[in-house]
């Protein structure tokens, strides 16, 4: 298994404040990496210097075997990445947010109707592709982003709490899209959260960072192993609340 | 980049605020021109030989103001409603996050709003001459000369040049501030200064610099009215309307202020004046459309830098 994603020490201040704090990480090919942690606790900074959105102030990164710092073009091409509560140009219609997308990923046009159908089919709205998006739901909206993504078909997907504001049934079935993306298709998917139980759901692995600092990093069963000693059960809330008090 | 170009054109083809501006201004223009060129028809009747009527339709007053003064007036306000929410309606929509990470350069997406909306500008302003010199053809019934249609070209050019330079001016607001309605009043508020009281304003500077002790020495006099002048090129909106009067008046031969005369005196007199060429027209008003150029470039080159540095979260 090759790794996707490796970070050396990645630091990055702001002033005096330190938002991420010499990370040290590797997710590997076809996982589906929990990226854990209270807000701002700098999850978020983490994934714009993947991107190369943001400079590292120290360390070193590489997304898919380039520097987000060197190369953060070959990055945006090839990895998908969804921010937190994601915004649409609402005037248009799902259809026509999507073929921007696509014409700004230089998708050739012959193959930009195909794409679009085909991702509206994944996502499961390919009977409202031609709403105008400002009458979508929140549910919706998150799906049509995943959509967006889908078009250029990543190797990697960041998901940034793909989940947060959603009803129970708009969480599961996005859930059980990241899920099936990763299981039909290969896909690596970093999703950052602090919805405890749908990280448990689905995810191989999982990090805990706290006021910038990777506290844990394991599967589930080992860090409950670690935590909460053997026959402690499995609940990844109870882990983390351990580890939330230790900080 | 020609994406977001494309997209962003549509937009403002599609906008209601831009075609409610467009009508407006179109209309005034059309009643006004209209207006004079019925005037010039009366006036040109007890004149043999006038030249270089065409150009009066656009310089000449007509009831409140003429052309000239109407567009360096409202033309700001075009590029303002096109830039003021480029960049902050984006971080609005959360849209901008989603843009910064698709795999394009950053530059593209300012270079892209910037270039959309100097093209928007252009199709209006020459849709709205060309509206202008049919109706005028019609109404006056003069042939302009190619030395005439010259000038109205670079008029249009000085003109969208212009107006580009708030349109980079409301979008390097809207980089800078967060809020909608803080990066259009920012704008419009300079607008509103620059347009009505750069007059008091440079008045202000003069008599500070070099006051008028003895208002019968007319060296002081000279003096204050220099520095007054001077400082009033801190406008845009002066330079403008000084380096444009002089593009479209082959009888004005400096940059000064000159005498207010009317339509009727100014065409008998012109009889005993012989025109500056176009190229000669150029030359004199040459420092003030470098400065424009400057100006707008600046604006543009300031927000290109802030864009490039800024940081996309904090959104």
């Not at chain 2, 043999?48 to 310089?59: A, D, G, R």
């Not at chain 2, 509206?131 to 000369?145: K, R, Y």
């Not at chain 2, 309605?181 to 509103?192: D, F, G, R």
């Not at chain 2, 002066?238 to 940059?255: E, F, G, H, N, Q």
């Amino acid at each position: 298994m090759a790794a996707i994603i490796q970070t050396e020490n990645l630091t990055r201040r702001y002033g005096r404040q330190v938002a991420v704090d010499g990370l040290t990480l590797e997710i590997n090919e076809r996982e589906i990496f929990g990226f854990l942690g209270p807000n701002g606790a700098g999850k978020t900074t983490t994934i714009l210097m993947l991107l190369g959105l943001t400079e590292p102030t120290s360390g070193s990164a590489r997304v898919l075997g380039y520097d987000p710092t060197r190369d953060p073009l070959e990055i945006k091409r090839q990895v998908g990445y969804l921010p937190e509560n994601v915004g649409f140009y609402d005037d248009l219609t799902g259809r026509e947010n999507l073929r921007f997308m696509a014409e700004l990923n230089r998708l050739p046009e012959a193959r930009i109707t195909e794409k679009i159908e085909e991702a509206l089919r994944t996502v499961g709205l390919n009977g409202e592709g031609d709403k105008l998006v400002g009458a979508y739901s929140r549910g919706m909206r998150q799906r049509l982003g995943i959509a967006e993504l889908l078009i250029k078909d990543p190797k990697l997907l960041i998901l940034d709490e793909p989940t947060l504001g959603l009803d129970p049934d708009g969480t599961n079935k996005m859930l059980d899209l990241v899920h099936a993306l990763s299981r039909d298709r290969g896909i690596t998917v970093m999703l950052s959260s602090h919805q405890l139980e749908q990280v448990q759901r689905i995810c191989t692995r999982v990090g805990i960072m706290i006021k910038g600092k990777l506290v844990a990093v394991g599967t589930i069963e080992e860090l409950a192993k670690r935590k909460l000693g053997e026959g402690g059960g499995m609940n990844l809330e109870e882990i983390y609340m351990r580890y939330f008090k230790e900080a | 980049m020609w994406t977001i170009c494309k997209k962003e054109l549509a937009d403002h083809f599609s906008s209601t605020r831009f075609l409610i501006l467009f009508c407006l201004i179109l209309m005034v223009a059309l009643v006004s021109t209209y207006m004079v060129a019925t005037n010039i028809r009366q006036v040109l009747e007890g004149v043999s030989k006038p030249s270089n009527v065409f150009l009066l339709l656009f310089t000449t007053e007509g009831k409140f103001f003429s052309l000239v003064q109407f567009i360096a007036f409202f033309g700001p306000l075009l590029g303002i409603i096109m830039g003021f929410d480029a960049i902050n309606r984006e971080r609005q929509h959360r849209t901008l996050a989603k843009l910064v990470s698709q795999p394009i350069f950053r530059d593209a997406v300012i270079n892209g709003k910037f270039l959309a909306g100097v093209i928007t500008v252009s199709i209006a302003l020459v849709s709205m001459m060309l509206l202008l010199t049919g109706m005028g053809l019609i109404t006056v019934g003069v042939v302009p000369g190619w030395e005439e249609i010259g000038r109205l070209f670079v008029y249009l050019i000085v003109s969208i040049a212009y107006v580009s330079f708030w349109l980079g001016l409301a979008i390097l607001f809207s980089i800078l501030f967060r809020s909608l309605a803080t990066s259009a009043l920012a704008a419009v508020a300079l607008w509103i200064f620059f347009s009505f009281f750069m007059g008091f304003a440079s008045d202000l500077v003069a008599d500070a610099l070099s006051p008028v002790r003895n208002p019968r020495d007319p060296e002081e006099v000279v003096a204050n009215q220099r520095v007054s002048d001077a400082a009033s090129l801190v406008s845009p909106a002066v330079l403008y309307s000084k380096a444009t009067s002089t593009i479209l008046d082959p009888y004005r031969r400096s940059r000064g202020s000159v005498m207010i005369v009317g339509l009727l005196e100014k065409l008998s007199m012109e009889r005993f004046q012989s025109p500056l060429p176009l190229d000669q027209s150029i030359l004199v008003v040459w420092p003030y459309l470098t400065l424009l150029a400057a100006l707008t470039l600046i604006c543009f080159g300031l927000s290109y830098v802030i864009f490039m540095r800024q940081e996309i979260r904090s959104v």
